[in-house]
């Protein structure tokens, strides 16, 4: 449902939820919220886990783009990676990932926190890139 502003007022992720995991008191950094590199870590397991059923097999990530942090992530959170693969090239895959999350027990509605493009090249046992199977 949109606004008159064109705003979701109640939005809700895009792609393929893909990885789901639990933000622990050990990922935070020193304000207690959990660390922007933990975030990324886990938005990069998500887009290579949906990379390679894309190129069956092996790939490595080669960039990633435009990472937004939209809102901290609080301990105890919820952490779900949803994935979506905007372009397939020759040999390379542009993914986008959202991160949302859900505290259970606290405002209990998903939040959108971080969001980022990645893109994988495919490569084959001796790290040459190729082709993805069409």
Known sequence: MNDQDG???DPSPTGELTLQTL???KDTNANGD???GWLVSQMDLAAGITMK????????TVAIKNVNFLYPV???????CYAEVE???RSSAHINIE???FNAGKDEHLRKVAEGLFIYVAIDDNGRTRPIPR
């Open 99 to 101: 991160v949302w999350i």
């Open 87 to 89: 372009e397939i090239g």
């Open 53 to 60: 059923r894309v190129a069956k097999g092996r790939s490595a």
């Open 7 to 9: 705003m979701d007022k």
């Open 23 to 25: 933000a622990m008191p």
């Open 74 to 80: 609080n301990v105890g959170s919820t952490v779900s």
């Open 34 to 36: 959990i660390f922007g």
